[in-house]
């Protein structure tokens, strides 16, 4: 499990990004919703002052293409890509480890429905923010090395989550003008981590993306997020 990844699973420190997404994985212990609110940390803003500090912007996609963005690298060598490490971090109940870091057994929670999945083969891992609008919001920009950085962001613990295939595939490109998880009691929770993700990585936030962020922390009133920027 990659190290930055193994200690936010334990603890829940200020550069957490979304602190509502904070909880304990015991190896063995019952699956619980891995997303269940802590008390803030200092220097973390309510949501909405969050929401507040995303710059507008207008959107723009030209050029995109998905291999821009070079996926589920093994940056640590350590024989687990950043799928697998996703994977390893948000266990409920931890898999059994082979060789190429095969994966069996354990479960998952995923948060987007509330799920509990039994085979890894059935789990997504979601770019909170996906990559095509991480382009449009000023990624184009990025060299590719940076793109790879975003595209394998172990260094958040809420960059990358677990979730079940239906809803990740039924989100695609959508920001939350445009989809938000079938859980309602997931809205902000997704919302923190949203944000936080574009706070981390600096990247804007269109005119219709923005308002509903502002209703969805309109309704989330004790969620606070705080931001470490991307190195």
């Known amino acids: 499990m990659h190290p930055l990844r ?3 699973a334990f603890s829940c420190p200020v550069l957490l990004l979304s602190v509502a997404a904070c909880s304990n994985h015991a190896a063995g212990e019952d699956p619980k919703p891995p997303r269940a609110a802590a008390p803030a940390a200092p220097g973390q803003l309510a949501l909405d002052k969050a929401v507040g500090q995303l710059k507008v912007a207008r959107e723009n996609r030209s050029g995109y293409t998905r291999d821009a963005f070079k996926l589920w690298v093994d940056a640590d060598r350590n024989g687990c890509d950043a799928r697998e490490e996703v994977l390893l971090a948000e266990a409920v109940k931890k898999p059994r480890k082979g060789k190429g870091c095969k ?17 890894a083969a059935k789990l997504d891992i979601d770019h909170v923010v996906p990559l095509a609008e991480a382009w449009d919001s000023g ?8 793109r790879e950085a975003y595209a394998n962001d172990l260094g ?4 990358l989550v677990a979730v079940s295939s239906g809803p990740n595939r039924a989100k695609g490109d959508k920001d939350p003008a445009e989809w ?7 809205y902000c929770t997704y919302a923190a981590d949203w944000v936080s993700t574009k706070l981390r990585w600096s990247l804007t ?5 923005r ?4 209703k969805l922390a309109a309704g989330c009133p004790t969620t606070k997020v705080a931001s470490t920027p991307a190195p």
């Open 6 to 8: 193994r200690a936010a």
């Open 103 to 119: 994966l069996t057994g354990g479960q998952w929670k995923s948060y987007y429905d509330g799920k509990t999945v039994s085979s």
């Open 139 to 146: 990624a184009s920009k990025w060299s590719a090395k940076r």
């Open 156 to 159: 958040a613990d809420r960059s």
């Open 180 to 186: 938000l998880p079938p859980a309602k009691n997931a």
């Open 205 to 209: 936030a269109d005119t219709a993306e």
């Open 211 to 214: 308002v509903a962020l502002r």
